[in-house]
């Protein structure tokens, strides 16, 4: 009987919107039911009250004979299963609908949340695809002009490479790429038709190369194969799968359309919501610099929002030292000169001035390479300059110069190291324009380094950040880990990186390891401006030491063998050997002729431990300009006072100490004196009464009677 009422209880605590979207009745009708539910509860209390009186009538009666009495029970019995069975009314049947009208509204109620779910589902991938669209189409296009290298693709690189940090070129870049691609795949389709037939040129060797170098050239593409000119360009005959060759293309087309359709769908959203587009582009839009502190879950938040715009460049200049490590060649020390040029500038505010230059450098250096991976076409017939028959260029010089050649190719595959650092180089250059707009600094905090002449040890300005030294939670613990002990690892690193290699260039990082560990106590207390002096130096060492690594590769990949006869001493000195694949260096054959076994350093010529130092130094020098270092010096400044305090405590104990033992030791001689001195007086006493007895002997001897003397009292 209860359960209808209660149902509707339930229904009643729903939300306003969905009782009214599932549940759209009147109010008139909801009365009506309320009275059936009341009617059929009153007439089912009827009913029990009739039988409880049937039942009070049985028991006033008299006793009667069997036959009445089996005649009453039967007839009582009758009237209980009249009033037991129940009755096909309407009242139930109503009370039945009622329960499925329940059933039905919640399973609506339950559908439609499903629904806000859904769209809420919807919206978040929307707006996901939203943020890395640019970097997912970048991505694909210029993979597709690296595995296809062609001057058809060249527009591609290009137009990307620069649209990329110049956010306001993006949309012509993708309309320009749009329509080239239409182009590609038109003059493709049209290149496989059978009245196209493409002219083969087949070069031969000129007569100027002497025999030994006819047979060494005989092997390059330029003299061996035949060439066309249509796939310089970017064309070629396929009839056989011609979905298969034009199927990049056709997914860089649908890609540029689903970005446009991306666009329109998020800009139409906005327009009929009335909605502004979000100040930032991050995915947890209710976390922002106040819950940093909260907790590891909102912390964790945080770092998926604006890990980039608080650790961007440090990411950048490690893509940096990453390009270097893995090309070692000529762009290489370029990409070092230009490293050492940006960290010379020292303050992020002042990088920031000249990072649309760096990142401007950085797309004419990929369009440079490309265009020299593509080289002068086979169908010239013309070799080049250090091709000639009076160039002296190895082999191995020209693979690390990055030149064109038909024999030592260029490798494509290198561009792709400077195509992330120039999509992170663009990013950060978007962070550096966020962080001059006040919406983006109220939500991600300020990136504000912290006053390099402030003294951190007596610093009694209020500081933003909260203490976390005594550790109330374990964002707090990894606080004082990353905080308080980083130092040391990092010297740990530096000391590692210094002893695991046999090199003039690991004796810098023993000698500032050393330092640091005899100093460094002292050296955090001192001002900021102080400590980033010693700290920068350390960094500059590291760079240059990686520099002079890329710049001395040359020799260890180009002019290996000769080192190797005449100039062993250098390569071990300097750990020389070659750390890139893809360079022809026969040391076995050099070091059976010579007589001579010099050994290559293999594992110790990289910069791999260079590289984890750089990374874990600029992750120091972050320490050092955070708010948060200041808690770590106030409290090894407080245990230094506590600690000086205790050892004047203690010294004022061993004092007071040996101030008591002094006087103990004077008590005790003085009472020793005191016995000395009673000691004196009885041998004086004993040896004037033995003088007396000798002088009374000597005059009863000569006849005289003897004279008692008076007797002395004892002073004992």
Not at 278 to 306: C, E, M, W
Request: glycine share 2%.
């Amino acid at each position: 009987l209860a359960e209808p009422t209660a149902s509707l209880e339930d229904l009643t605590m729903l939300s306003a919107s969905s009782v009214e979207a599932v549940l759209p009745k009147d109010e008139e009708e909801q009365e009506e039911e309320q009275q059936q539910s009341w009617g059929s509860e009153n007439k089912k209390e009827q009913q029990l009250v009739v039988v409880m009186d049937t039942d009070g009538n049985v028991s006033d009666e008299k006793p009667k004979s069997l036959s009445d009495q089996r005649q009453s029970s039967t007839e009582e019995s009758q009237r209980c299963s009249t009033a037991t069975e129940p009755e096909p009314s309407t009242e139930q049947s109503s009370d039945l609908k009622n329960k499925w009208h329940l059933v039905v509204d919640r399973l609506t109620v339950l559908f439609l949340k499903f629904l806000e779910y859904f769209h809420k589902l919807q919206l978040f991938i929307w707006w996901l695809v939203e943020i890395h669209v640019i970097k997912i189409i970048s991505c694909y296009i210029v993979m597709v002009c690296i595995q296809e290298v062609s001057l058809l693709n060249y527009v591609f690189l290009a137009s990307w490479a620069f649209a990329l940090p110049y956010s306001q070129y993006r949309p012509l870049a993708s309309s320009v790429c749009t329509v080239w691609t239409c182009v590609i795949i038109v003059c493709k389709m049209l290149y496989q038709l059978k009245t196209i037939e493409p002219h083969q040129y087949k070069c031969t060797i000129p007569d100027t190369y002497t025999s030994d170098q006819q047979k060494e050239i005989s092997n390059s593409p330029l003299y061996k194969n035949t060439s066309d000119l249509g796939n310089w360009v970017g064309l070629k005959k396929d009839n056989q799968n011609l979905l298969g060759y034009l199927r990049n293309h056709l997914l860089m087309l649908a890609m540029l359309a689903f970005e446009v359709t991306i666009y329109r769908h998020q800009l139409y959203f906005r327009l009929r919501n009335k909605l502004s587009p979000p100040a930032a582009r991050i995915i947890f839009h209710d976390i922002t610099r106040q819950h940093l502190d909260i907790g590891i879950i909102s912390f964790v938040k945080y770092f998926i929002n604006y890990f980039f715009y608080k650790f961007g460049l440090e990411t950048c200049l490690l893509l940096v030292v990453n390009v270097i490590g893995q090309r070692m060649d000529f762009y290489a020390m370029v990409h070092a000169f230009a490293l050492i040029v940006v960290m010379h500038r020292r303050r992020r505010k002042a990088i920031a001035e000249i990072w649309s230059k760096y990142c401007f450098f950085l797309a004419s250096m990929l369009t440079i390479q490309y265009f020299v991976c593509i080289g002068i076409p086979l169908a010239a017939c013309k070799d080049y300059p250090w091709r000639f028959p009076n160039s002296t260029t190895d082999s191995n010089v020209i693979k690390w110069l990055y030149v064109p050649d038909f024999q030592m190719k260029p490798d494509p595959y290198f561009l792709i190291y400077d195509f992330m650092l120039l999509l992170c180089a663009s990013l950060q250059r978007q962070v550096f324009d966020d962080e001059n707009k006040a919406a983006v600094r109220i939500m991600a905090g300020d990136n504000v380094e912290i006053c390099r002449d402030l003294d951190a040890a007596s610093f009694s300005v209020h500081n933003p950040v909260p203490d976390f030294i005594h550790c109330r939670s374990y964002l707090d613990m990894l606080k004082v880990i990353m905080f308080s002990y980083l130092f040391w690892f990092v010297l740990t690193i530096i000391f590692i990186t210094g002893t695991t290699r046999i090199s003039v260039f690991c004796m810098g990082y023993l000698v500032a390891c050393f330092y640091f560990l005899l100093f460094g106590g002292d050296l955090l207390l001192k001002p900021i401006k102080k400590i980033l002096h010693y700290w920068d130096f350390l960094i500059a060492y590291n760079i240059f030491v990686i520099t002079m690594k890329n710049i001395l590769s040359i020799l260890a990949c180009g002019y290996i063998t000769s080192l190797m006869q005449n100039h062993c001493w250098l390569i071990q000195f300097f750990s020389l050997a070659c750390t890139i694949k893809g360079y022809h260096v026969n040391t076995a054959q050099t070091s059976q002729s010579s007589g001579n076994f010099c050994e290559l350093p293999k594992d110790e010529a990289g910069i791999i431990w260079d590289s984890i130092c750089f990374a874990f130094l600029l992750l120091q020098r972050r320490v050092f300009m955070s708010y948060y270092f200041l808690h770590v010096v106030a409290d090894i400044r407080a245990s230094q006072i506590l600690a000086s305090r205790g050892a004047e405590l203690f010294q004022a104990t061993i004092v007071k100490a040996v101030k008591a033992r002094l006087e103990e030791e004077s008590k005790s001689v003085e009472q020793l004196k005191r016995q000395m001195d009673r000691i004196k007086v009885r041998q004086q006493k004993f040896k004037r009464g033995k003088e007396k007895m000798l002088s009374l002997a000597q005059e009863s001897a000569s006849g005289q009677t003897p004279v008692r003397p008076e007797e002395e009292d004892d002073d004992d």
